[in-house]
């Protein structure tokens, strides 16, 4: 069950009306590594999952992400702030000035409607887990470079807690990675010689020594 509240996460707020700007943010609104793509994805693992504690973590951070979500879309109106006016966007997606009537469409940067092909879920906990850090991280490197071509700082401290909320997420999910290490597609890492070969197809010589392969691990963030 899912309740709303009328509180965001966190208030935002803008500079100033910034159409183009609002039409570069949809990519976190509605592509592919944007937040609706994680919510629909951890919620989506989380119905298979029998492990009640990672269960509890995948639908925390699913709900979580709607939460950014919202926090997106009020921005993207926010930096619409005018009429219906497509000359005042000078790239990317024009589709809400010409048919949503400025509404934040469940769309990329370049106008492509969100899919549900976005969405990776394999039933496998360290599959899951490990597609889970990935997509955190790419959500991060798309933060930073929405943050780096803007100089509206209301834009740019709501990009910075995402960016943050983002990092937790990525050490949740590895902290849970952890704890799977003999589950899974995770027992049949290493299983004979065949995984400890090294194939040396460059040029000049090899770099890196034949892979003695181990489950993936990593190492849980101290608390403070």
Do not use: C
């Not at 159409?19 to 990519?27: D, K, R, S, W």
């Not at 000078?90 to 940067?109: M, S």
């Not at 890196?208 to 181990?214: E, K, L």
């Amino acid at each position: 069950m899912f309740n709303h509240d009328k509180q965001l996460l966190q208030q935002v707020k803008v500079d100033r009306p910034n159409p183009t700007y609002a039409a570069m943010l949809q990519e976190q609104l509605g592509g592919p590594n944007g937040e609706l793509k994680a919510a629909m994805q951890y919620i989506s693992q989380s119905f298979r999952i029998k492990d009640p504690e990672i269960k509890d973590l995948f639908l925390d951070i699913g709900a979580e992400e709607l939460s950014h979500m919202e926090m997106v879309a009020a921005t993207i109106n926010m930096l619409y702030g005018h009429d219906p006016a497509t000359t005042s966007v000078r790239a990317g997606n024009v589709e809400p000035q010409v048919v949503g009537g400025l509404t934040p469409l469940l769309q990329d940067a370049s106008g492509n409607p969100w899919s549900a092909q976005y969405v990776n879920s394999t039933g496998d906990l360290a599959a899951d887990l490990l597609s889970n850090i990935a997509a955190e991280q790419r959500a991060k490197v798309v933060y930073e470079y929405l943050y780096r071509q803007i100089n509206d700082n209301g834009v740019r401290e709501t990009i910075d807690f995402l960016l943050n909320r983002e990092e937790a997420h990525n050490a949740l999910f590895r902290e849970a990675l952890n704890k799977v290490q003999s589950k899974g597609s995770n027992k049949d890492f290493g299983v004979d010689q065949d995984a400890r070969l090294y194939f040396d197809l460059s040029t000049p010589g090899q770099h890196f020594s034949a892979p003695q392969p181990t489950p993936p691990a990593f190492q849980t963030p101290r608390r403070n």
